[in-house]
């Protein structure tokens, strides 16, 4: 088992928005989590990765070990990421130098060699290859004025160059056109191996048309309310949420989220 | 400026006196003694002062200072220098205690008519060719300091360049004090006169061995018509040094002037930039970068008076403020009623690394005519925690994210430097305290 969580809550400023998570994820599998809007997907994108900012209780287990008492660098050395909903710009920190500051900060902690500048590059050049990235943007500053797409693009680059054991994405397909879609995906999916997991936070089937998952989950009002196989993210794409939401144990307001697929 | 009354002890800056030359030219003796009564009769500035609202001299009046003399012996050697300051290549003159140390010095080769030496050797062959500039008219901007720069300066750097002359290389003057058995303060003076379509690059360093010293400088900078000089001041004292330093530019006819001043050390440091613009045409850049960190305080008070029409000044500067660090941006533009056309901005933005770190941010302007475009603003910010934790999931610890994003802010400062040589041995030293030195973070 690479990842079990079991009864997770998350709540920030008394307000609780993971309600009681349960998930099992093996090495190798691609699991989906789909959800309506506000159902608390990317919070618990972010709880994995360690955001402070939430107040967390539950197990989170991962390769066995207390996920959740490592810091947010620690759980990336562990082999943890997470490709953001909305990565972060940072202004006068060049791309290139970020990717290398994190893949040898990662090295470091695992008792590797860092990777000189020549050998990184040949590296980085590699895996820029992966999702169509054009080398002018390893001089630029960390995301600023990329594109949504680009952004995106530069999420699942550093993915490629970081080799997690465990990969998060949150939202990747939001705001992308289709042909970025496919780009992410062939990433994405050029990086499926045996060894690593996926967890493919969505709102939209689409994503899942090029990312083809092993299990999906639906995301309602704080924990997984519905699991099955791939064909259960074509009966979303069909009905919409709302029904899965009202078969789901509702306990609060937040069932009237309107989430249901265009 | 408010005449005020000193309050210091007899000993020390208020007890000084010139030392007695009976080979200087009567005008240099008026000139010392107009500076010591100047301080006598107005004495030191206080926190009433405006421009010296937020710092407070009191500890550097507290000292018993007693004025460097020259010839002293040093254990400085040319080696020591270029790890502290920094090889640029070229003319590098170095000064000890304020006076100019030949032995540590190199002379590169300078075009024809071009002359960089010690200001003594002017005073000793040519004394008269100073007049213009040491017995100037006070301006009003005089303090007790300055004037007590005028009693004793002695020595510092002399550099005149011919007109239509290119001098390529950077010209390196190194201040250096070294600390002898009773506190020193060390009284450097130097002038520059940039001659019509001239160009040149001075960079200024300041650095010390230790304990407690002065440094009381003055740079004066004249730009001739289409003259064209980038000035560069390190100020990386010892963190138990004062410094107090003030840089006065006048710009010729379409002139161009540009000073990039970045403080790194001192327990107290100011250094007070005054460009008065009276001639038209002429484009001035000042920049900064002050990072105390602490218990260090760093003022920065800038006047660009704009006389003339279209002039345009540019002001970017920047502050990181760590521990008990103190900063000061204080910024003053004065358009007057004939510079129209007059093209002025002023930024300052600074960085809280501590709760008890502390910035005052005043940025002035004063416009007495129309038909001018001025901007200026002033930030102060944390670190963006977004961006901490974008870093941190992707593997970088918590205190080296921080000190990344730190640089990032500061280096947008270091760009701006175009002496290669400078700009690496200030990234090396800068990105080295920033991840390094930063024990206290707000969390």
Excluded at chain 1, 199 to 226: E, N, S
Excluded at chain 2, 385 to 407: D, I, K, N
């Amino acid at each position: 088992m690479m990842l079990r969580i079991e009864n997770l809550h998350a709540s920030i400023g008394g307000n609780e928005i993971l309600r009681g998570v349960n998930l099992d994820v093996h090495a190798g599998e691609v699991h989906a989590i789909m959800g309506p809007n506000g159902s608390g997907k990317s919070t618990l994108a972010q709880v994995l990765a360690g955001r402070e900012s939430y107040d967390v209780t539950g197990e989170v287990l991962y390769e066995g070990e207390d996920l959740l008492a490592l810091s947010p660098e620690e759980r990336a050395a562990a082999g943890v990421f997470l490709a953001f909903q909305y990565p972060v710009e940072i202004p006068g920190v060049g791309n290139l130098y970020f990717v290398r500051t994190a893949l040898n900060s990662l090295r470091r902690q695992q008792g590797l060699d860092e990777l000189d500048a020549i050998d990184f590059l040949s590296l980085a050049r590699e895996r820029m290859g992966l999702v169509e990235m054009d080398e002018s943007f390893m001089s630029r500053s960390v995301n600023e004025g990329f594109s949504g797409g680009e952004k995106k693009r530069n999420e699942i680059f550093q993915m490629a160059v970081l080799e997690p054991k465990l990969a998060i994405l949150d939202e990747t397909d939001s705001g992308l056109d289709i042909d970025a879609l496919r780009v992410v995906a062939q990433g994405v999916n050029a990086l499926r191996s045996e060894g690593r997991a996926m967890l493919v936070i969505t709102h939209y089937q689409r994503l899942l048309d090029y990312i083809v998952p092993d299990v999906v989950h639906v995301f309602a009002d704080g924990r997984i309310v519905r699991s099955g196989d791939k064909d259960l993210a074509l009966e979303l794409e069909q009905h919409g949420y709302a029904d899965l939401e009202q078969s789901a144990v509702l306990t609060s307001s937040a069932a009237s989220v309107g989430g249901a697929t265009p | 400026m408010t005449a005020t009354t000193t309050t210091a002890s007899p000993r020390g800056l208020a007890g000084l006196e010139p030392v007695p030359d009976d080979h200087q030219p009567s005008w240099l003796g008026g000139v010392r003694r107009a500076g010591l009564e100047w301080v006598a009769e107005h004495g030191f500035p206080t926190l009433k002062d405006e421009d010296w609202k937020y710092t407070r001299v009191g500890p550097i009046l507290d000292v018993a200072f007693e004025p460097a003399v020259g010839g002293m012996n040093h254990r400085l050697s040319s080696s020591a220098i270029d790890d502290l300051a920094g090889d640029l290549g070229g003319t590098r003159l170095v000064f000890v205690n304020g006076y100019f140390a030949p032995e540590l010095s190199s002379l590169a080769m300078l075009p024809e008519g071009a002359t960089v030496t010690s200001l003594a050797s002017v005073l000793a062959e040519n004394a008269d060719r100073l007049e213009p500039f040491l017995a100037r008219p006070i301006p009003p901007q005089h303090h007790a300091f300055t004037a007590l720069n005028a009693a004793l300066a002695e020595d510092g750097a002399f550099i005149q360049i011919p007109p239509d002359t290119t001098i390529a290389a950077p010209i390196h003057l190194v201040f250096v004090s070294e600390v002898v058995a009773s506190p020193l303060v060390s009284s450097p003076r130097s002038v520059v006169l940039a001659g019509a379509r001239s160009r040149a690059t001075i960079v200024e360093t300041h650095i010390g061995s230790g304990g407690v010293y002065l440094t009381n400088a003055v740079t004066e900078v004249v730009l001739e018509d289409g003259a064209q000089v980038d000035h560069y001041k390190v100020q990386d004292e010892a963190d138990t040094a004062f410094h107090l330093a003030a840089l006065h530019v006048r710009p010729g006819r379409d002139s161009s002037f540009s000073t990039h001043a970045l403080a790194l050390g001192a327990a107290i440091a100011r250094h007070e930039v005054w460009v008065r613009l009276e001639a038209e045409g002429a484009e001035v850049t000042l920049n900064g970068l002050y990072l105390p960190d602490g218990n260090q305080h760093h003022d920065n008070p800038t006047l660009i008076e704009h006389v003339a029409p279209h002039c345009t000044s540019r002001q970017l500067y920047k502050g990181v403020l760590g521990g008990h660090g103190r900063g000061v941006f204080n910024g003053n533009i004065v358009v007057g009623p004939d510079a129209l056309g007059t093209d002025a901005s002023q930024t300052n933005k600074n960085l809280l690394l501590s709760d008890t770190a502390e910035v005052d941010t005043r940025p002035r302007l004063e416009i007495l005519t129309d038909d001018v475009r001025c901007t200026h603003g002033a930030a102060v910010g944390q670190l963006d925690e977004e961006a901490v934790f974008y870093l941190r999931s992707r593997g970088v610890p918590h205190q080296q994210a921080r000190g990344v994003l730190t640089y990032a802010f500061a280096g947008e400062m270091l760009q701006l430097i175009r002496v290669g040589p400078l700009q690496s041995h200030l990234e090396s030293k800068i990105a080295e305290r920033l991840r390094a030195g930063r024990a206290e973070v707000r969390r």
